[in-house]
Each structure stands twice: as structure tokens, then as C-alpha cells.
């Protein structure tokens, strides 16, 4: 169905109507499901080397469920996740409150190359350009020189129309290519993914 600026307003706030309220405000109820990142979590390994003693931060962690994860199939990782909503933070998987804490991408509690790897799914799109710009570079700045970034994106007119009826909380919507651009611009050497509905 597509999304109102009403239901964007109320999704926007990151509060409970966003995770657990009805499902045209988000989720509709966003609750652990192993079978969602379990299966990636390999990947991830392979991917990065990941490993006890490795560390990774989740910018836009929600509940922390992915974190969760790691530290289950990863013993001895160190994990930390941050994000915007304190409703999130507070309603995190037990296995992860110690590790979890509220902040903005755009300006990450934590000192230069801090964590071999920073990931942050579907999560920078949520602001304008320029902050979108500012959080790019924080990622960045934080991680050893691994990251990773899951944006919603276009390819096509068609996919761009999807895009923008079905979006509930994107503000920064671009092109494969604009995006591409954006990333070269601020200097983003991460790895990067691109969310097509």
C-alpha cells in the first residue's frame, strides 16, 4: 500500500508506533527472527574475517537482533550498536543491552578507527543529503576500513516509482549512480548494497 505523509510522520519518530504500532507506521511488530540474519551472519565471516576478539559497530541497530547473532555465532566478538530511537535501545534482546546505546550517525560516540568493521542496514537513507553526507563519512572515520551499507536505490523509472510509493522513512532516495557519486564524493571505501523494492 502506498505510504501517506501522515504514516511517514508517525514512522519517522522511531518510536513504538515505528517498531511494534500498526504496520503502515513500520514494522507492525518487529520482534527476533533467527531465520533473518543467521544465515547472513556467515557471510559476514567469510567476508571480513570475523572472528573472537574481532569488533563491530551497528549504526541503526534497532532491537540488536543481528548483533545478537554475531555473538552467538561468533563467541568472543565485541559487539556495540548504536541508534536513534531510545524506544529501540530500551526494547533491545537482552544478550545485547550492555553493548547497545542511543546516538546519531551523524556524529558516533566513539574515537577514529575504533572497530574493524561498521555496518549500517537500511539505516543512513533515514536522513536529508547532507546528513546522509556527515554519516558517510563517520563510518568512515571509525571503522579500520571495513564497512558495509544497505540504501535504498533505483536503477529504473519504474523502480524509482516503487520506490518512493512504498518508501516510509528514506529521505535521501537515489539513483545506483547518484549514489555511487555521493560515496566517492565524502570518500566512503566501504562495502555497499542497494535496497530495491
Known amino acids: 500500500a502506498t505510504k501517506t505523509e501522515a ?9 513504538r508506533e515505528f517498531f511494534d504500532g500498526d504496520r503502515r507506521y513500520g514494522y507492525g511488530g518487529f520482534t527476533y527472527q533467527p531465520r533473518f540474519w543467521q544465515p ?7 567476508h571480513w574475517g570475523l572472528k573472537a576478539g574481532s569488533s563491530l559497530l551497528d549504526v541503526g541497530c534497532a532491537k540488536g537482533f543481528m548483533l545478537h547473532d ?8 565485541k559487539v556495540r550498536g548504536v541508534d536513534i530511537s531510545a524506544y529501540a535501545i530500551e526494547n533491545a534482546i537482552e544478550s545485547v543491552m550492555g553493548d547497545v546505546q542511543v546516538a546519531d550517525a551523524r556524529s558516533l560516540p566513539f574515537a577514529d578507527r575504533s572497530f574493524d568493521v561498521v555496518v549500517s542496514i537500511n539505516t543512513i537513507h533515514n536522513l536529508d543529503i547532507d546528513e546522509c553526507r556527515i554519516a558517510l563519512r563517520e563510518i568512515e572515520r571509525v571503522s579500520r576500513g571495513k564497512s558495509f551499507v544497505t540504501v ?17 522513512t528514506a529521505k535521501t532516495i537515489l539513483s545506483v549512480d547518484d549514489w555511487l557519486a555521493l560515496f566517492e564524493d565524502v570518500g566512503y571505501t566501504g562495502d555497499y548494497y542497494w535496497f530495491i523494492p
Open 7 to 15: 504514516d511517514r510522520a508517525v514512522a519517522r519518530k522511531f518510536d
Open 40 to 46: 547472513v551472519i556467515p557471510t559476514f565471516v567469510d
Open 70 to 77: 554475531l555473538k552467538q555465532l561468533i563467541p568472543g566478538i
Open 152 to 168: 535504498d536505490a533505483f536503477r529504473t523509472d519504474e523502480e524509482k516509482e516503487r520506490m518512493f510509493a512504498w518508501n516510509l
